[in-house]
């Protein structure tokens, strides 16, 4: 976690307090007041209490623009009594931009062709017709935006049979997320590795695709089986953590989008 700790109030010598005990002692107690913007020659500073908000690496965690900056302040803001860094996901990506993104760029391009190499949205169902309705209807379009716009051709086929993607799309593919800074390639590894599609991930930068559009896209199976067996309870609790962690990488991704 980020940010540097306040000193306990308490000299150790007045005794057992009475207040009832943390049910989980390994939180993190807000230890600020006041969260700001600073602008400095490499970018925007968020501060805690006039100090540098820092990475778990602590490094500075300096953002690209003031719209990326405003999401992480506004987390840090609406933090009540203990820190809850599950509702920190945009400061959670940007912390790993910076501490692991940088300088292995190559790396994180490399794991995202070898999902573009067997993408989600080229295998399509035989069967029940409803399925393959559904998969028409939210992947041919992102198929077609991809051929008309970046001259990106996929193989498609059914089942579960691997399949080789061109070498041009591939290369093409490649060329694309090699423009990504440290930021958005760790943006866009999250919603490639929670969506099983690096060509949704692409679409949804470059095309200006909606958020639920590529989320209903990379989720139609699992859909079509929840409407038709009905849903499990904490099976829904985990989708929903990962949507959320979904929308917030989306939200970085827009705010590094001309």
């Given at each position: 976690m980020t940010g540097d700790k306040t000193t306990n109030s308490g000299n150790g010598s007045e005794g057992p307090r009475?207040?009832?005990?943390?049910?989980?002692?390994?939180r993190l107690r807000k230890f600020y007041e006041v969260v700001t913007l600073d602008v400095a020659d490499t970018g925007f500073l968020v501060k805690l209490d006039g100090r540098v908000l820092k990475t778990p690496a602590k490094n500075n965690l300096i953002l690209p623009n003031q719209e990326l900056?405003?999401?992480?302040?506004?987390?840090?803001?609406?933090?009540?009594?203990?820190i809850d860094v599950h509702t920190m996901g945009v400061t959670k990506i940007t912390n790993s931009a910076i501490d692991f993104v940088g300088g292995k760029e190559s790396e994180v391009v490399e794991e995202l062709c070898s999902y573009a190499a067997s993408d989600l949205i080229c295998y399509f169902a035989e069967r029940p017709e409803e399925l393959v309705a559904l998969q028409n209807k939210h992947?041919?379009?992102?198929?077609?935006?991809?051929?008309?716009?970046?001259?990106?051709?996929?193989?498609?086929?059914?089942?579960?049979?691997?399949m080789d993607q061109p070498k041009e799309?591939?290369?093409?593919?490649?060329?694309?997320?090699?423009?990504?800074?440290?930021f958005a390639l760790s943006a866009a590894h999250v919603v490639t590795t929670l969506t099983g599609s690096a060509f949704l991930t692409l679409t949804l930068v470059q095309s200006g695709?909606?958020?639920e559009s590529c989320w209903a896209a990379a989720h139609?199976?699992?859909d079509w089986q929840i409407s038709k067996w009905g849903h499990d309870e904490e099976a829904m609790l985990r989708r929903n953590a990962r949507q959320l962690e979904f929308h917030c990488a989306s939200l970085i991704l827009k705010a590094l989008t001309p």
């Amino acid at each position: 976690m980020t940010g540097d700790k306040t000193t306990n109030s308490g000299n150790g010598s007045e005794g057992p307090r009475s207040e009832p005990k943390d049910p989980n002692p390994a939180r993190l107690r807000k230890f600020y007041e006041v969260v700001t913007l600073d602008v400095a020659d490499t970018g925007f500073l968020v501060k805690l209490d006039g100090r540098v908000l820092k990475t778990p690496a602590k490094n500075n965690l300096i953002l690209p623009n003031q719209e990326l900056a405003d999401r992480v302040r506004e987390e840090w803001e609406q933090q009540g009594e203990f820190i809850d860094v599950h509702t920190m996901g945009v400061t959670k990506i940007t912390n790993s931009a910076i501490d692991f993104v940088g300088g292995k760029e190559s790396e994180v391009v490399e794991e995202l062709c070898s999902y573009a190499a067997s993408d989600l949205i080229c295998y399509f169902a035989e069967r029940p017709e409803e399925l393959v309705a559904l998969q028409n209807k939210h992947w041919l379009p992102v198929h077609a935006w991809l051929q008309k716009n970046l001259n990106i051709t996929l193989n498609t086929g059914s089942g579960i049979i691997s399949m080789d993607q061109p070498k041009e799309t591939l290369e093409r593919f490649r060329n694309e997320v090699e423009k990504f800074d440290r930021f958005a390639l760790s943006a866009a590894h999250v919603v490639t590795t929670l969506t099983g599609s690096a060509f949704l991930t692409l679409t949804l930068v470059q095309s200006g695709i909606s958020e639920e559009s590529c989320w209903a896209a990379a989720h139609v199976d699992e859909d079509w089986q929840i409407s038709k067996w009905g849903h499990d309870e904490e099976a829904m609790l985990r989708r929903n953590a990962r949507q959320l962690e979904f929308h917030c990488a989306s939200l970085i991704l827009k705010a590094l989008t001309p």
